[in-house]
Every structure is written in C-alpha cells, then in structure tokens.
C-alpha cells in the first residue's frame, strides 16, 4: 500500500523491455529513493490484463507520478490509463525503441532520468485521436506500418532482423491512392507514406517532422511521396525542411484520409492492421508530462 509522503510514485515495469541487459529496476529505484521523502510503489506488466489491472492499481495508490519503465509501448500503456487525469506520466527509457524520451530529451543516464522524476516538473501536451485511438507520437499508414508488421511476424530481432524488414518492405513497396482533406481542401494524390505527426522523430532518432511540437495544438500531416536520399538524409543528419516535391507537409488540427485499397496502420509503433479510411483530430493539453 502506499507509505504517506509529499508524494507517491508508481513505477510500471515492463521486464521484458530493452535488450539481453537487464537492469533490477525495483532495486535501483528503491536504491535511489531511500533518502528521499517520496512513497514509491511498483506495478509489474505481465502482458495478460494490464490495462484493468494498471487501473486498478492507479485507483488504489492514487499517485502523483505514474512511470513508465520500458519502450514506447510501455509509455503508451500508461498514458492511456492518466489521460486527462492530474498525474504525471514520467518515463526511464529501456526498450529498443525510446522515441517519446528522445522526444522530451530525457536522460539515457538513470540517475539523471530519476532526478528528473524527483524535480516533477510537469507540462500539458497534445495528443491525436485517430479513429478512436490515441496516439501521443507518430502514427502512419503505408511503407512504415507495413515494416512494423513484418518485424512484429519476423523471428529476427535486433539490428540484424530490423534491415532483414527493412529490406523486405523496401522490396514489397507500392503507393497508395489517396483523398487527403485537411482545412477544407481536399487533395487527391499517390503516396508511399502518410504520418500523422504529433512528435518530431521515431524511436530510431530519425527526424520526420522538423515542425514538430507536443505543446502547440496541432499536428502535421507529413506526406511522404517518394524515396529520395536527399530526403533520408535531412531525416538522420540534418534536420530541416523537406524538399515538397518528394515529402509534403501540411500542418492541421484535423484530417480526413480515404484510400482506394486497404492500407497498413500503426499508431505509437504498434500495428493495428489494415484500413480505408483515417480520421484524426488534435486533443489539447491532454496528457501531463513529466519532464527535464
């Protein structure tokens, strides 16, 4: 149960998070914690219930901070069960893909990444409501969704099974027809990829959204039209504004898409199968975030 202090912390751990290293997340928290006047408290992900179970236990703790120990999935989970709740979400990244920490700039040093949750300074952001889900970061259809569904059924994992995928979709690849409507104006064209853009880059550091920003009520509708290495290279090294010709970029409190075949989905890096049609709206302020 929780211990009476200024506040309580819940850390939610995924223990199959991050790479072979395994880091004793309870035992480094409670380390760290032992001098500080601060309940904690720990909820362990078993992939069976969490979302009934992780309210449950908010529920019952009542915590200022809830922390998501893992990868963006893990981040996901938990912001889901505190949107629109004053409760912080803060977060230790420790998956393979950490695309909100980078976003937030969180530190990789754990120290650092827990003193930040100590210092709880908090900030409101937007999150996007896409056909009833809700997506905090990144959300697309086309050429990334279908690279995240063949990793997710590949058996390779790492380095080596990512560019196995990678390769494979770049094989596979083909546009989509689309009807993209966006401040009254409706836009037909071919794409490889449409991203919905709450955030500016993916957990693998690459920057698809140079005008991405959590706090400002919008989001950006990033119309990827073609593959160009000049392109590519913005998104890994250089980031600036894309060259519209190769990538679009609208920016929208709304959108309505329509495609004339079936197309792959994914919201926050996880894959929700194929569909026709998106519609999306920003949220604002939605979602407390704990932050340096």
Same mark, same amino acid.
């Given at each position: ?114 003193? &930040?949750? @100590?210092?709880?300074? %908090?900030? =409101? ?6 056909? #009833?889900?809700?997506?905090?970061? !990144? ?113 929208? &409190?709304? @959108?309505?898409?329509? %495609?004339? =075949? ?6 926050? #890096?996880?894959?929700?199968?194929? !569909? ?17």
């Amino acid at each position: 149960m929780p211990t009476p202090a200024s506040s309580v912390n819940l850390f939610v751990i995924n223990p199959i998070s991050g790479g072979k290293t395994k880091v004793e997340w309870e035992k480094v928290v409670r380390e760290y914690f032992k001098n500080i006047d601060a309940g904690i408290e720990f909820y362990i992900l078993t992939g069976e219930n969490d979302p009934d179970s992780l309210r449950h236990w908010i529920e019952r703790v009542k915590p200022t901070t809830v922390v998501a120990v893992g990868g963006d999935g893990t981040v996901s989970l938990v912001a889901k069960e505190i949107l629109g709740m004053d409760i912080g979400l803060g977060i230790l990244p420790a998956g393979s893909a950490n695309g909100m920490a980078r976003e937030l700039n969180i530190p990789q040093n754990l120290n650092e990444a827990l003193e &930040t949750i @100590v210092k709880n300074k %908090t900030r =409101k952001a937007d999150v996007i409501d896409i056909n #009833g889900h809700i997506c905090l970061h !990144l959300s697309d259809i086309g050429l990334n969704a279908q690279l995240i569904k063949y990793f997710e059924e590949g058996k390779l994992r790492g380095k080596l099974g990512y560019a196995t995928q990678v390769a494979k979709t770049l094989w596979r690849k083909s546009p989509m027809t689309l009807k993209i409507k966006v401040h009254g104006n409706e836009v037909s064209m071919k794409a490889l990829m449409v991203v919905l853009a709450n955030a500016r880059m993916y957990g693998t550091g690459a920057v698809i959204n140079p005008e991405g920003d959590l706090y400002d009520g919008q989001f950006e509708v990033v119309i990827m039209k073609r593959l160009a290495l000049s392109e590519l290279f913005k998104m890994w090294l250089r980031p600036q504004p894309f060259n519209p010709k190769k990538i679009k970029l609208y920016p929208a &409190t709304s @959108v309505s898409i329509q %495609t004339t =075949k079936k197309v792959h989905f994914q919201v926050d #890096g996880e894959y929700l199968g194929k !569909l026709h049609t998106v519609e999306a709206k920003i949220v604002p302020g939605r979602l407390k975030l704990v932050i340096p």
